[in-house]
């Protein structure tokens, strides 16, 4: 692991990300390696050479963050790096971000794949409009170690949820990126729907780097279901998603649960 710490003048960026005004990402790069991480683009931009996964740029601010100039605003933590990856016990930038936001009336929305998220509970008491999402797309952790080798257990992410449940601290499950065939979102609602009643959905999008290396990584986990991902990521075909966003809605309405679709990164559907 390469890890460097940068001088930057600002950690808040303003964003097109859907349902986000500002994103900050305390880190640049992602020691949770998950093989499908959109993230990768990020090295062209910041020179990095290095497989993703393999290095860390820690920020380190030259100012002091305002943060209650972003009172109404939503700001996500974070969006091309997880800002509770193992590293940040060490550094404690993302805590020190969280303090920063104690007296703001800015909604902070945290995304994690990390258990880590817990040791801030003190600080996530005390802020005024914070929600903590927790990323997964399975409830098997042989999955998780394969796709995702750097990130938490997908069993502590669920004890995650409940501490979140217990503590009064909003939470939603984000199932994201949902892998055809494979990710089972009735069993991540069954296992997650004692702690929340909040789930967003992403499908998987194979537009980067990162497609072959997903395809291949398909082909040697399931070969059954290379026909099914040429389908829908070579010949286009839709009506994979289509049935699949259906069936989701449908099934968070009988559940009279609270649904996000964030399928195709088109169109937002409103919490229902
Ligand atoms: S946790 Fe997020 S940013 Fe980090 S490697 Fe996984 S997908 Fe990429």
Redesign the pocket.
């Known amino acids: 692991m390469i890890i460097n710490e940068i001088e930057v003048n600002s950690l808040v960026t303003k964003t097109q990300v859907p349902a986000a005004d500002y994103v900050i990402n305390p880190y640049i790069g ?5 093989i ?5 683009f990020m090295k062209r931009f910041t020179h990095h050479h290095e497989d ?2 393999n290095f860390l740029d820690v920020k380190r601010c030259t100012r002091k963050l305002n943060a209650k100039k972003y009172a109404g605003s939503r700001v996500v933590l ?5 800002a509770y ?1 193992p590293f940040e016990k060490k550094y404690g930038i993302t805590r020190e971000i969280l303090k920063a936001f104690i007296d703001s009336d800015a909604q902070l929305s945290i ?4 258990d880590l998220v817990l040791r801030d509970l003190d600080i996530l008491r005390r802020l005024r409009h914070a929600e903590v999402g927790i ?1 997964l797309n399975a409830v098997d952790d042989e999955w998780r170690k394969q796709t ?1 080798s ?2 938490s257990a997908l069993a502590k992410r669920v004890d995650v949820l409940r501490v979140l449940k217990e503590e009064g601290i909003p939470c939603h499950v984000f199932v994201s990126p949902i892998f055809p065939g494979i990710t089972d979102f009735k069993a991540i609602i069954e296992t997650c729907a004692p702690y929340t009643n909040e789930f967003h959905f992403e499908n998987l999008n194979l537009r980067g780097a990162f497609r072959a290396r997903v395809l291949d990584f398909i082909s040697r986990y399931n070969s059954a279901l290379l026909p099914l991902y040429e389908g829908i990521y070579k010949y286009k075909d839709k009506s994979f998603w289509e049935n699949q966003e259906k069936e989701i809605l449908d099934f968070c309405k009988k559940r009279k649960l609270k649904c996000i679709s964030y399928f195709y990164h088109e169109k937002i559907k409103k919490p229902r």
């Not at 992602?30 to 998950?34: A, D, F, Q, V």
């Not at 499908?36 to 990768?40: D, G, L, S």
């Not at 974070?78 to 997880?82: I, Y």
């Not at 995304?111 to 990390?114: A, D, F, I, Q």
């Open positions: 992602c020691p949770h390696k998950c499908y991480c959109y993230a990768e993703w996964g974070s969006t091309v790096t997880d990856n995304l994690t794949k990390s990323s995702e750097g990130a």
